[in-house]
């Protein structure tokens, strides 16, 4: 395994993060556990979920997996020998049952903390995120930014106040924000400069062969204000496995069990995927491995969030930690990208 350390901090962790959103819908208590003992015997020390999992987000199975996280603690008596990472979801119209306002007030980031805290059976998060941005924006699937009429108020130095004093009790250790803009990242590092107040380690934004936008502005703020990125869905829903490739019916993917994921789904990611697939035939890999370690070589990448359903998927992700990509293969990467820009944004 290799490792790094999360920017702004002294906390190590691996390239590798095991993401956690099945456990509890599509994997079981039991299986969850499984995955978590193997990824650390792999030598996977950061794990990522949030208070809304798993996904897609219900009512019946909110908070699951962190429940699920918190029993293997219990139980396996490794809380400190893991990284752990969740996340305060912001406001959603379908996430009353959450809690009486779906915000980023400090009432309601310590409300999500505290329930986060007793479900994962720990009294600290080592790394606490926001989920989405409160305000409304181009987030999940829309390129572009569309003037929009928005009753939101700007309160990023209350929110990071509030994190300051979490920090100060001991309850959390770094913060990050996820499904974040430009704008939005500038706008916390402003005010964690002009005010002293705790400063974003990471970003955890969407990145994979199919969706590079996190390359357009994003990535020069994480290169010249030291911030990382977490990529997730580096796989975009099992697309950037193969598997769908084969011809083969596969009605347990998850991009088939939650259509509405139809960004993963669309005509020109499946074309480009294929593209990609032939490419890392060419060169002796599989897609997945060239998927993995594309990511892997970004340097503003300090960990990719894999997830998986079973052991082998799981295994077969870990190890391409192992797989590094020559520039030739890097060259004709960018061909395919300049033909199929970002397919799933």
């Known amino acids: ?3 790094t350390i999360l920017p702004n901090t002294d906390i190590k962790v691996s390239k590798i993060c095991l993401g956690t959103m099945t456990f509890g819908q599509q994997n079981s208590e039991l299986e969850g556990h499984a995955q978590l003992d193997f990824a650390l015997e792999k030598g996977v020390n950061f794990i990522d979920t949030a208070e809304m999992y798993s996904v897609p987000a219900r009512e019946e199975t909110y908070g699951a997996t962190e429940k699920i996280i918190g029993t293997w603690f219990a139980k396996s008596k490794k809380r400190e020998a893991v990284i752990l990472a969740t996340k305060i979801a ?3 119209p379908l996430f009353t049952y959450m809690r009486e306002k779906n915000d980023f007030s400090p009432k309601s980031i310590q409300v999500a903390l505290d329930q986060s805290l007793t479900r994962l059976q720990t009294d600290y998060i080592d790394l606490y995120q926001l989920h989405w941005p409160e305000r409304k924006t181009n987030t999940f699937g829309q390129r572009g930014f569309k003037i929009i009429d928005d009753s939101w108020e700007d309160n990023f130095q209350q929110v990071l106040e509030t994190f300051q004093g979490f920090i100060q009790q001991g ?3 770094a913060i990050g924000i996820s499904n974040e803009t430009p704008w939005g990242l500038m706008r916390f590092l402003e005010e964690s400069q002009k005010n002293n107040l705790p400063r974003i380690s990471t970003v955890q934004n969407p990145y994979s062969l199919v969706n590079r936008s996190f390359e357009v502005g994003m990535s020069e703020i994480c290169f010249r204000e030291n911030i990382g990125l977490l990529a997730y869905s580096p796989l975009a829903f099992g697309v950037l496995s193969g598997k769908f490739l084969t011809g083969e019916e596969h009605p347990n993917a998850r991009i088939n069990l939650f259509p509405q994921f139809a960004r993963y789904n669309g005509e020109n990611t499946r074309a480009a995927s ?15 491995e060239l998927a993995l370690a594309f990511i892997e070589r970004q340097s503003f990448v300090i960990s990719s969030i894999i997830g998986a359903t079973n052991l082998q998927q799981l295994e077969q992700n870990i190890n391409t930690i192992n797989v590094s990509l020559t520039d030739e293969i890097m060259l004709e990467v960018e061909k395919i990208q300049n033909n199929y820009p970002n397919p799933a944004p």
């Open 90 to 92: 912001g406001p959603n």
């Open 171 to 173: 309850k959390i250790k």
């Open 1 to 3: 395994m290799k490792y």
């Open 274 to 288: 294929k593209l990609y697939s032939e490419l890392a035939s060419d060169f002796g890999l599989t897609l997945t």
